[in-house]
């Protein structure tokens, strides 16, 4: 125990002793014997004069710069329609998580609401038989029918909202086919409304 203190006691009483530090202020003028950096040997720089001579171009680098500026409006092009699509694909993606945790935390009888409505799509398609227009239209408006019938609040929201689109759109196709009717059946020299047929 005393050869622990004796030896600790050593490094301990140098650390009480005083020191005095004189700086030195800037104004003094330097001193013959400082040497500057550039002046040490180590970093000298040789005094060469270099110049730049351009290799010249094999033919596999002429024809990746041909490639290159004739790919370059097309990579361009595919540069802005991906940052136009970007912000729509991150929405859908982000919807579909959505409607991912909306199935995995249904409301209690979504499902059975959901079998309805589809069997309402699927008998529309029934009905609609023979005819292409009838397969456009039926099973939607059966499917609609179903879920207003479980859903009656949002069934009257989406009418008011799109219902005046759907009549903006049936005026727009009544006034096209008011004017071609008008241009082909009612010219003046057709043969079904000429005055000599009368």
Request: aromatic content about 14%.
């Amino acid at each position: 125990m005393f050869k622990v203190i004796q030896r600790s006691m050593g490094p301990a009483s140098f650390s009480l002793l005083a020191f005095k530090v004189y700086a030195s202020s800037k104004k003094d003028p330097p001193s013959a014997a400082c040497v500057k950096v550039n002046e040490l040997s180590l970093y000298t720089i040789p005094e060469e004069q270099s110049k730049y001579v351009e290799e010249p171009k094999t033919q596999l680098e002429e024809n990746f710069s041909h490639l290159r500026h004739y790919c370059e409006p097309y990579i361009r092009w595919c540069e802005e329609i991906y940052n136009q699509t970007k912000p729509k694909m991150e929405t859908f993606i982000q919807l579909g998580f959505e409607g991912y945790d909306y199935l995995q935390n249904s409301p209690p009888g979504f499902f059975p609401r959901l079998g309805v409505i589809g069997f309402a799509g699927f008998v529309g398609l029934l009905f609609s038989r023979g005819s292409k227009i009838k397969k456009l239209v039926y099973p939607p408006t059966f499917m609609g029918l179903a879920a207003s019938v479980y859903y009656p609040q949002q069934a009257i929201v989406f009418i008011q909202v799109n219902g005046e689109k759907l009549l903006d759109w049936g005026l727009r196709g009544y006034v096209l086919i008011e004017e071609k009717w008008k241009e082909n059946f009612q010219k003046p020299g057709n043969v079904k409304n000429s005055p000599g047929n009368k």
